[in-house]
């Protein structure tokens, strides 16, 4: 797990998230943070956390724009089938509450907290509904404002799923093996594109 943009994260707050009931966790965006623990003591449940924010904001984005983000009146949720949905592998939506109790809208929420350049902090909670077989998402609490720096999160599962064939595969249906746990499936996918992009950068230098 890493930000992509430079933008580190400070704290994670989870309500209603798999184990967790509702718990904070402090982090080092200045430092390696290093999470341990016993068998299931939350360790992989707080990566995973992480990565369904980092999904359910781009969705949120792509469908409503970036300033559905900001610091405002909450707008209605964004809906997912469960075939879209990506950042991890699981039987049903409703694995990801802690006693999900579909009646009464948004109880799920993952709230990121990290500084700004000008060490203000910054945070997006985003929150998850879950109505009918189809998940809900929407942005529940911000402070951001137009310009503001979002953390890009990459989370790659432990590897598995390498064979000595690879078919080239659409970025979805990449997301959606490395969310099933099977990263090793798209290593060489995601190889090619850098193959790509580096020979696209040549050219434009040459």
Not at 57 to 80: E, H, T
Not at 166 to 176: F, G, N, Y
Request: aromatic share 12%.
């Amino acid at each position: 797990m890493c930000c992509l943009n430079n933008v580190m994260i400070k704290k994670v707050t989870l309500q209603r998230f798999k184990r967790f009931a509702e718990t904070s966790i402090e982090l080092k965006p200045k430092a390696v943070s290093v999470v341990v623990g016993g068998n299931n003591s939350g360790k992989s449940t707080l990566l995973q956390a992480l990565a369904c924010w980092n999904y359910a904001k781009s969705v949120i984005v792509f469908y409503k724009g970036r300033a559905a983000l900001d610091d405002g009146p909450n707008r209605d949720g964004v809906g997912i089938s469960f075939d879209d949905f990506t950042p991890l592998h699981i039987p049903s939506f409703e694995y990801l509450w802690t006693n999900l109790d579909s009646t009464r809208g948004y109880t799920l929420r993952i709230d990121v907290f990290w500084d700004d350049d000008l060490h203000q902090e910054k945070h997006l909670e985003v929150s998850f509904a879950l109505t009918q077989d189809r998940l809900y998402v929407k942005r529940t609490s911000s402070n951001l404002v137009a310009g503001d720096l979002v953390p890009e999160i990459a989370y790659l599962p432990p590897f598995a799923g390498i064979s000595e064939k690879e078919p080239w595969l659409s970025v979805a249906d990449r997301r959606k093996q490395i969310g099933r746990g099977l990263s090793g499936s798209v290593l060489r996918n995601l190889v090619y594109d850098y193959y790509q992009e580096y020979n696209d950068v040549l050219e434009l230098v040459n």
